[in-house]
Every structure is written in structure tokens, then in C-alpha cells.
């Protein structure tokens, strides 16, 4: 695929003033597009985990009723029949599993609604689809057999964690997957491409291979590499569904296979900037004059440090390479990504609204405290939505 020059803001419907697809949820799109941008972007929207994590979510298809305005709309049977019959490879699923087809139904009604008023005002839609399903989910009951047994995914020791990060998350039996023709990713890919415009495939590089972890183990530390799909999986869905409008996040132990897959399904990666500016290699990929033009260049993401905190953080050696202004760090680096060479440049709310760690998404590793910060209706000024109007026109992204 192709991005455009464009920019756009990260943010949850969780993080919006009542964590629903209320009026403020429509009050977010007037204020993107009064502030010149083009994509809202948010994290996986199906029913979270216990801990709140939309990343462990117990159906890969399902939307999250916790999101919906009016619990308590009416369904007709009408609604609820036509629902069943166009979701019929995964909607019997969740219901036995203990899902609502009537949530279902107002998800799609609400969200629906919300994506027609964002496109008329010229925001699109960016997603994001975790690579994995939650453990005795939905997904793993009705399909044990697209799953190994006793192992579970993970990541390996890496900058955020010594001892990797244990998922608990079942791994896929691949050439199951295969044999099956792969028809459990296709239908997951148009679900997620009907509800977005544009999604991110979560921990890409697992895709070349992932980290297995034996299942009982108390940290990631004990796992190993093992294969995984390869280009095999999106040409089968490609085939199907016609070309894949999708991002990969090429983040973490990133190797030349991972890169060449990438690079051979034309999928857009991602820069963080946090992981680049301040340090000392000059051949960091999270270096603005190192990102690619098709690329998404981030201030950072759901998973870093909002960038005050991550600038409050910072030894003084980092800050001085930096270059940043010390005053507004936060507004500094945005200017850095608005202004890169990579074709979208994405921003979470917390860096345009300058907030410390106390608004921090999430912390890999860690299970409290998480997934629970929300802006203030009153935080979405005129005055700040022309500021940043006025970068993007600077930066070439309206």
C-alpha cells in the first residue's frame, strides 16, 4: 500500500472523557479535522482483559460493549438476523462463549455511525490487530486445533523488560492454519477492515518467527525461536480480500528476514522517535533523518512513556544530544515527526497536551495501573487545534 503525506493522533475511545462512543467521541473527530488532521488512530476495540488490556481481548472479532454509548438500545430481530447472517464465521462463537449478539449488534450500529461522521469530515480510521487471542478466549475454545499445546507466546528479554515478557497467550499451529487455508485470518482481516480504514498488525516480526515459551514457565526467559508463517499467510488473504491496507510494527528484535518480508508485502513499518533522539548511534532507524518515506513516524507510541516523562527521564548527556527545547520537549519532538520525511507522522494526545508520566498508557511487563488514563473535555482548545493546524500546513500534512 501507499500512504499519503498526512498526520493524525493516537488516542482510545477509552481515553475519551467517558471512555465511550458518546458525544465526545464526535466532538474528537470536529476537533481533529478543525486541527488539520487526517487519521484518529486507536488500539484493538475488542472486550479487554481483567487488567483492561485491549491487547488480550477474549474474541479477535468482537467489539468491546464496555465502548458503547446506550447499553441498553433496542435490537430488532431484524438487526440481530442480518448481523448473524453477514458474521456468520464468528458471531455463534462468541455468543456460546457468553458474548451478546444484541452488544454486537449496537457495537456495529454505534461505531458505524462514528466512522460515516469521521469520513465526512475527512478522519479515517486507523486500527491496530494484536497478533495473538487471549488464552480460553472465544477463538481458542471453538478452534483448539489452530493452537500448539504447552507453549505460549512471549518476547525475550528486551529494553523493557530483563526477563522478556510472558503473554500466557496460546501459539499458533501454523501449518494447521495453512491446511485450513488460512480462512481464520481472512475473516479476521475483513472484520478488522470493515470496521477501519487502515490497521496495524501488532508484533509483525512474529510472523517470520516468535518466541515460544514453555507453558508453566515463570518469565519469557526459557523460550525459543521458532517459524513462523512468512509470506504465505497475507498472500492467501490478499487473495481473498484484494490489497492489504496495513501497517506493520516492526519494533523490537527486528532481523534482515523480518525486514524483507516487510519490505515484500509493501507494508508500511514504524519510527519511534523516543528510541532514536538523544542516543548515540547515528544509524538508528528511530532517527528522523533515518526514517523511510513509507513509513508512520511516531513521537511514541501506547507502550512508551508519554514524552515529557520519557524527557524527564532522560540522563543529561541524552538531552543535550537531543536537540529538543527543553522548555517543550513534547512540542519539540512532535514538530520533529510532523516534519520528517515519513509519509504519516502520529502523535498520542498526551505529547500534543504536553502530559507527564501520570497520563502513560501502559508499561510492558506490568499488569496494574494500566489502560485507564482520559483527557478532559475541556483539555481540546481552539487555540491548541489551530497550533497544530498551522504545523501540519508547515509540514505539507493537511
Known amino acids: 500500500m501507499h500512504l499519503d503525506r498526512s498526520s493524525g493522533i493516537l488516542l482510545h475511545p477509552t481515553s475519551l472523557p467517558n471512555g465511550v462512543l458518546d458525544e465526545h467521541a464526535y466532538r ?22 481483567e487488567a483492561g488490556s485491549p491487547y488480550a481481548s477474549p474474541s479477535a472479532f468482537a467489539g468491546s460493549p464496555a465502548l458503547l454509548a446506550e447499553p441498553d438500545a433496542p435490537v430488532s430481530a431484524d438487526e440481530a438476523a442480518s448481523f448473524r447472517e453477514r458474521h456468520a464465521y464468528w458471531i455463534d462463537d462468541w455468543v456460546a462463549f457468553g458474548g451478546s449478539l444484541d452488544d454486537q449488534v ?18 479515517r480510521l486507523f486500527g491496530d490487530m494484536p497478533i495473538y487471542v487471549a488464552p480460553g478466549g472465544a477463538d481458542h475454545r471453538a478452534h483448539p486445533g489452530f493452537f500448539r499445546a504447552g507453549e505460549v507466546a512471549g518476547v525475550p528479554p528486551d529494553a523493557f523488560s530483563d526477563d522478556g515478557q510472558l503473554w500466557h497467550s496460546p501459539v499458533y499451529d501454523w501449518p494447521a492454519m495453512r491446511a485450513g487455508g488460512y480462512r481464520w485470518w481472512i475473516e479476521r482481516f475483513r472484520r478488522a477492515l470493515d470496521l477501519v480504514d487502515l490497521t496495524r498488525i501488532d508484533h509483525f516480526r512474529g510472523f517470520v518467527s516468535y518466541w515460544a515459551v514453555p507453558e508453566g514457565d515463570e518469565t519469557a526467559a526459557g523460550g525459543r525461536w521458532r517459524r513462523g508463517p512468512g509470506a504465505a499467510l497475507f498472500r492467501a488473504v490478499e487473495a481473498a480480500l484484494g490489497p492489504l491496507p496495513v501497517v ?9 528476514p523480518v525486514r524483507r518480508l516487510r519490505d515484500e508485502l ?32 511516531y513521537t511514541g507510541t501506547h507502550d512508551n512513556d508519554t514524552t515529557v516523562g520519557w524527557w524527564r527521564s532522560l540522563p543529561a548527556e541524552h538531552r543535550a544530544r537531543s536537540g529538543l527545547d527543553p522548555a517543550d520537549p513534547a512540542w519539540s ?8 520525511r515519513g509519509a504519516l507522522a502520529i502523535a498520542p494526545l498526551q505529547d500534543v497536551l504536553r502530559l507527564g508520566s501520570e497520563a502513560r498508557m501502559n508499561l510492558p511487563g506490568t499488569d496494574e495501573g494500566n489502560w485507564s488514563w482520559r483527557f478532559d473535555a475541556g483539555d481540546l482548545t481552539a487555540d491548541l487545534a489551530e497550533r497544530l493546524r498551522d504545523l501540519t500546513k508547515a509540514a505539507d500534512r493537511v
Open 28 to 49: 474528537f473527530v470536529d476537533w481533529l479535522a478543525a486541527a488539520g488532521q487526517s487519521w484518529w488512530q486507536v488500539l484493538p476495540l475488542g472486550p479487554p482483559d
Open 106 to 123: 449496537r457495537f456495529d450500529r454505534e461505531w458505524r455511525a462514528l466512522h460515516a461522521y469521521a469520513a465526512e469530515r475527512g478522519v
Open 248 to 256: 506493520a510494527e516492526d519494533l523490537g528484535v527486528i532481523t534482515e
Open 266 to 297: 509493501g507494508f508500511p513499518g514504524m519510527v519511534v522517535l523516543q528510541f532514536g533522539v538523544g542516543g548515540d548511534d547515528p544509524d538508528s532507524p528511530h532517527l528522523p533523518a533515518n526514517a523511510r518515506e513509507q513509513s508512520i513516524v
Open 333 to 340: 519532538l512532535l514538530e520533529l515527526a510532523w516534519r520528517s
